[in-house]
């Protein structure tokens, strides 16, 4: 079982910056996958960036160039470093675990956390 726990979200003007941080119950260096989903008003949730245990990175369109996905080994966290914030990254921000099982892969998601751009 894995819990992960998210912060850092809030209001900020657009070509504001925020760091969310998602907190895992668990060692990361175990969790060959995480990663970062949103979603946002009356919309699916999707893909925002993602990172593997090797290190290995995966970004949205909308992301790239805007967005670091980062993991800290000893802190057992997930950051995603967000700059030139736009309106339409306002959403809730979910943090996923990716966990290989012998049994087969789970995932486990974060609460979430609101990032609100606006002016």
């Known amino acids: 079982q894995v819990q992960l726990v998210e912060s850092g979200g809030g209001l900020v003007q657009p070509g504001g910056s925020l760091r969310l941080s998602c907190a895992s119950s668990?060692?990361?260096?175990?969790?060959?996958?995480l990663g970062w989903y949103r979603q946002g008003p009356g919309n699916v949730r999707r893909p925002v960036a993602t990172?593997?245990?090797?290190?290995?990175?995966d970004y949205a369109k909308s992301a790239e160039g805007r967005f670091t996905i980062t993991r800290d080994n000893a802190k057992n966290t997930v950051n995603l470093q967000m700059n030139s914030l736009k309106h339409e990254d306002t959403a809730v921000y979910f943090c996923?675990?990716?966990?290989?099982?012998?049994?087969?892969?789970?995932?486990?998601w974060g609460q979430g956390t609101q990032v609100t751009v606006s002016s």
């Open positions: 996923i675990a990716g966990v290989n099982y012998t049994s087969g892969n789970k995932d486990y």
């Open positions: 990172i593997r245990n090797t290190g290995g990175t």
């Open positions: 668990v060692d990361i260096k175990s969790i060959y996958q």
